[in-house]
């Protein structure tokens, strides 16, 4: 039963413009919503996250947005850069219990230069 | 301190075979998980440690997985009689204690081929 999902495993953008990743999830009792971003034989690294108290976070060239309504969020990436190619995932977690994160199953970003 | 540091990198071993592979987490972090991620999935929560004691257990976890952190500090994870199934790649994660706000960090992973 996967309770956060990535449905588009790829994504290619031109570098300069804007990267656009979605992310849904099912379980309401999820509370905090991270992304992490992962190269190739390495672990994930941790981008960027929000609460469920606030509807958008920015770090730099790194948005994210939820709209816990229709259970979505998504991280804007503008403008975005070759660098930022890797695979991106969207993790979730609740405040009771193990407080551990649920991936979604990645969407792999290209920047084209 | 300059994260969480895992070992080995890669491990080849025979089905049937034991294998360990060991975690040290960011030093200041109570909370150490262990995750599992195969090919085209994200990575899936296999248990967790606050501080020296091991408080969940996904079902992901047969009785062939032990794991342990003795001390609350490093911890290591044991597979027992290995099948080609438990090929993976095997993620380290801590953290500080529960709450909003609190991201977890990961190590760079041991990669299992179970021939």
Redesign the interface.
Known sequence: DQQ?KQNSPSLSVQEGRISILNCDYTNSMF??F?W?KKYP??????LI?I?SIKDKNEDGRFTVFLNKSAKHLSLHIVPSQPGDSAVY?C?ASA?T??????????TRLTVIP | DTGVSQNPRHKITKRGQNVTFRCDPISEHNRLYWYRQTLGQGPEFLTYFQNEAQLEKSRLLSDRFSAERPKGSFSTLEIQRTEQGDSAMYLCASSLAQGAGTEAFFGQGTRLTVV
């Open positions: 956060v509370d905090y991270l992490y034989a390495e672990g994930p690294t941790f996250s609460s995932f993790a405040k219990g193990a407080n551990n994160l649920f991936f979604g199953t990645g």
